[in-house]
């Protein structure tokens, strides 16, 4: 699967932004997806993961009723909406698909896209 991230921007602090994630290749229900992001000169991090069905969704106890994960399968997308977004939201977001079970660990995602940059001024 070829996944592309999009959606990303300078912001203030305190909007909201959108990130879409648009597969194309195998079945896109198939694939546990999640997002991650990664800041300059720190590790890749979980975000937010969502489960095939769109059912059941995750998040990191830094976004925690700030984010939400959705997907639209039948548009082979999926989103994260981000609220209130803080400076320390900024870095590059990336999507991740999962042929297995994802969880928060990036080892356990399979496909990658390419990363949209999110920066959040003061």
């Known amino acids: 699967v070829q996944l592309q991230a999009s959606g990303g921007g300078l912001v203030q602090a305190g909007v909201s932004l959108r990130l879409s994630c648009a597969a194309s290749?195998?079945?896109?229900?198939?694939?546990?997806m999640g997002w991650f992001r990664q800041a300059p000169g720190k590790e890749r991090e979980f975000v937010a993961a969502i489960s095939r069905s769109g059912g059941s969704t995750y998040y990191a106890d830094s976004v925690k009723g700030r984010f939400t994960a959705s997907r639209d399968n039948a548009k082979n997308t999926v989103y994260l909406q981000m609220n209130s977004l803080k400076p320390e939201d900024s870095a590059v977001y990336y999507c991740?698909?999962?042929?297995?079970?994802?969880?928060?660990?990036?080892?356990?995602?399979?496909?990658w896209g390419q990363g949209t940059l999110v920066t959040v001024s003061s």
């Open positions: 991740a698909a999962a042929t297995g079970w994802g969880s928060q660990k990036v080892s356990d995602y399979d496909y």
């Open positions: 290749g195998r079945t896109f229900s198939s694939y546990f």
